[in-house]
Structures are given as structure tokens and as C-alpha cells.
């Protein structure tokens, strides 16, 4: 096959090449995909499937169809052909496909899918689950594939809490696949989290990929039974690794093309994070042992240090991509502190995180970090972020202003006072505004909200519930 872009001929294989024109987006490439179909292995039409639902068009729409309900398409062909169908259906015809879907869920879950409570659906299926062996779990693609309001809030609790395990992961990474090509930044948060906190199950070795074969004389690849629905085993170390470099893969992307659903899966994904997740900094040194003043001593050399959020890969590619403080090193599973810079010291001037423009360019996301995070570092990116997004800023109203000096942080409690500076009209205090400086974790806000009562004490005092609540203050 030509190259799709140069017409020279590729050294790619073909299914690369498919894939390549659907994340290039190349509309052209379309009615060559359709006629690839059928042409090579169930690999070859799973790459045209997704390719389709980037690049395609409603001429695309017949061919993913009849894909997709083949009975001679593997489970893996037919799922990602739904998912392009999808992507190109419109909104009607998207409602009709996954309202079929209803169909094939157990009898004791259709009624409850398309006319019940969630938390009636969420029991029912919690019931279900816990009498099913490996086959009915199953029920968790389609449910994925149904997403109406229903079905989706009893599928996120699983998702935040299910362990990964059989018979549940095999079910939970086809999910995953799905929400990453649907850029369902919700459920692809939840993923990028879990894969950071859940520890392997096991790892995976040479030894248990090959066995002695007696009559060949030589190892041979036994049947890997990992692969087998009914495994005992999941969600191994290369697994784990593999998804959490998968989950950067694709947020890269995103950004390196300027994507905004870059800045709405990132916002999920910190929103993730608390200061719950805090780890233990912690401090490694190489040493030698000298003969110095008639004793061995131990010197130690070469320290280096890992702060508190170190092992959360995906976490620090978002905040620190081009940080002058921390960074990955090859090979390496955790960010470590840079020689310059030790845990605790003071944070540099300069902006750290990836892909700057695109958080510019989308202010409001950084605000809503400021108001759902409970995370300390999401805190302090987001404001500083911010700082140079001055036409959004100077648009933020005293309610909001509010908020933002209530937070417990005081690196948002200051940013508030700021604006709170800017904003404040001596002919018309905003009384909440300066209860709410009075409150704030920032002494300088303080002292200045009480040099404000003073100034206007002739205001203030008229109003005696004002009063009151300041004194409790």
C-alpha cells in the first residue's frame, strides 16, 4: 500500500498504516479503508473499525454496521465497530443503537435499564454479579455500551471500586479501551487513577511464558493461560505498566495536536487526587567508607530526593512535563527532584506543567480545579496557571472571588484576596467578601479585611448581624 500521505511506498504493515490514517484523521483515506474490509485477519478490520470512527463519514455508517453484527466478527471486532458507529451516528441514531443494546442484557436488568431507578438498576446488578461466573460479566461491556442515565452512575461505582482481578479486569480493560476512544474523560480518570494506586497482581516471567518441550528438546511458548476467560490470574506488573504509559500516550497526543479534550481528561484525571494520596518523601545516597583520622568513616554522596507525589506517572507528566525541578529519568517508575532542588524548597517563578497554551486558552477549567480539587499541587499549578489569563480573570465576579478565598489553601486564599483587592468598592463593601477574608487561611488578607471595617467603621457598624458574625470570626 502507498503511503497515505506522500504516495511513496510504505515499509509500515498495513494494519499500521490503517491506524496511522485514523489518527491522522485523513478523511481521504476512507473509501479505501471501506473497501479493505474482510481483506486480511480480524486485526486488519478492528484497525479499520477505529480508524472509521475518526476519519470516516455517514458513507462509512453501512460497512461499520454490517461489521459490527456479523456473527463471523470476533467479540474485539464487533465491540470497537459499535464504538465507530458511535462516534458517527448522529445523535438519533446513536440513541436507537444503544437503547438495542438493552436487548441483550439478562432479563432481570432490561426493565430496570430503560425505565427504572439507578439505584434499583446499581442493586440488581451488584445481585447479578455476585452470582455469575466469568461469562456474565460479560453484562459490564454491554452496560458500558448502553452509558443512558440508568446504567452509567451503578457502572462508575464498580469502576472506582472493583478489584483487578477475575473475573472483573478483563471486563475493565475493554472499558478502558473504550473510554479512551470515546475520550469519556470521567471513566478515563478513573482509569488513569486506579492504575496508579492498584498494585499488580503478580509478575509476569520468563518462566511462566515457556516450558520444556521433552520431545523438541527446546523451550516453547505454552498456551498462555492468562489469555483464557476463565484465568485465575490478571492484571499483571507488564499490565499495569503497559496502561499507565498508555494513558500518557494519549493525553500526549491530544495535546501535541491542541486538542481541548487534552484539558478536560487532565482536569479528570488531577480531580482524581487528594492530599490523602500524599506519599512519604523519601531520600536515597551512594556511599563509600574512608580511612580518615585513624577510622573507617561512611561518606555519603550523591543524594537524590522524591517528594510526596513521586510514583503517580500520569499525575506529574500533567503538572511537571517541563518542570526545572522534577523529572523522569529513563527506565525510571517514579519522578525524582532534580540536583537543584530538594522537597520543601521554594517553588520556581516559571510555569511546569504540559502543554501551557492549551490551559490558557481554557481558563475555566483551572477555576474548576480551584473549586473541586482537594489535592495541594493541583492547587498551586492551577493558580499560577491562571495568573497570566488576565482577561478571564479580571471577568471573575465577588461570589466567585468568595469561594476561592474560602478555600484551605492558602495559595488559592491569597490568589482570592488579590482579586478581592482589585475588586473592592469602598463606596459599597461587599460584607460576605470581607467575612470571608476574615476566615481565610491568609494572614495578609486578614489584616487587611480588618483595615477595611476600620476605614468604614461607620458602615459597618450600622448592621448588627454583620457585627456579630465578625466577632465570632
Known sequence: MQDLRNNQPSKWKLERVIWRAGELKISEAAPVLLKLIGTGTPMRDYCIAWALGYCGDQDAISALIKLYQSASSPEFVSRIAFEALLKLADAQTKAALQAQMIDFLPLELQNLAQA???????????????RSDYKGFAVLDRI????????????????RNAPFKPNYFQRLRHIFKMAEYRHDSEVFGIFAYRLEKERHMF????????????TTRSYVKRQDYLNSPDSNRAYSDKTREYLRRRVWRTLKQLGEEGDLEYVNIAVDILLQYSDQDAQRVWQSASHRWEYL????????????????????????????ENSPRYELKPNSKAWRCRENYKPGDAEPTTREEAFP??????PQALLQLLFQSKCRPVHHFAVKALRVCDRFVSSIKIDTIIGLVNKPYEVTAQFGFQLAQLNYNPASPNKDLILALVNCLSEQARTQAYQWVEQQREFFLEDS?????????
Do not use: C
Open 116 to 130: 427504572g431507578s439507578a439505584e434499583a438498576f446499581a442493586t440488581e446488578l451488584r445481585a447479578y454479579l455476585q
Open 144 to 159: 458500558y455500551q448502553i452509558d443512558n442515565q440508568y446504567v452509567r452512575p451503578a457502572l462508575i461505582e464498580i469502576l
Open 203 to 214: 509478575r509476569r516471567q520468563w518462566w511462566q511464558m515457556y516450558k520444556w518441550d521433552s
Open 293 to 320: 583520622n585513624a577510622s573507617w568513616t561512611k561518606i555519603e554522596y550523591n543524594h537524590k530526593w522524591w517528594d510526596a507525589y513521586a510514583g503517580y506517572s500520569t499525575f506529574n507528566h500533567i503538572l511537571y
Open 357 to 362: 497554551q492549551l490551559w490558557e486558552q481554557h
Open 465 to 473: 448581624n454583620f457585627i456579630t458574625a465578625l466577632v465570632i470570626s
